[in-house]
């Protein structure tokens, strides 16, 4: 069973964002089944790697979405990103160094990406939608 599991209450709208935002459910996925399945090492590693890859290339362009709309909770947003990605690049960090990562660390994304989309995300679809509206 996933420990993310995507919903129609977390579309903006915003077919690419969207679909990335899908990707980063299979992603953290990805990584709780290499936790269950007892593979601590490579496979932890490798599937952390490639959270953090798309986290970025999705943040790159939800930014660009955002910029290109004007949108005034751009910086906050940028913000939100930048301060996750410290957060996981220190998981990186500590993984690589030997250092216990545990499950907790999936729950702890879930909870962000869940929220984050719940909140920043979908405030950015709302606005959107009323510029469409103009």
């Known amino acids: ?3 993310a599991v995507w919903n129609s209450r977390f579309e903006t709208g915003v077919e690419l964002i969207d679909a990335q935002h899908q ?3 299979e992603a953290v996925n990805r990584l709780a089944d290499s936790f269950k ?3 601590a090492g490579n496979q932890v590693v ?3 790697d490639f959270l953090v890859a798309y986290t970025v290339e999705h943040f790159q362009t939800e930014e660009r979405f955002m910029r290109e709309d004007g949108f005034p909770g751009l910086a906050a947003h940028e913000d939100e990103h930048a301060r996750l990605l410290q ?3 220190e998981l990186q960090g ?6 216990p ?5 999936t729950i702890f994304l879930v909870e962000w990406l869940t929220s984050h989309i719940s909140g920043s995300d979908l405030r950015y679809a709302e606005f959107v939608r009323e510029k ?3």
């Open 94 to 99: 500590r993984l690589v160094a030997g250092q």
């Open 132 to 134: 469409n509206r103009e």
């Open 87 to 89: 957060q996981v690049q």
């Open 101 to 105: 990562v545990t499950m907790d660390v």
């Open 37 to 39: 399945a007892g593979n």
């Open 23 to 25: 990707g980063l459910f």
């Open 1 to 3: 069973m996933p420990i």
């Open 46 to 48: 490798e599937s952390l």
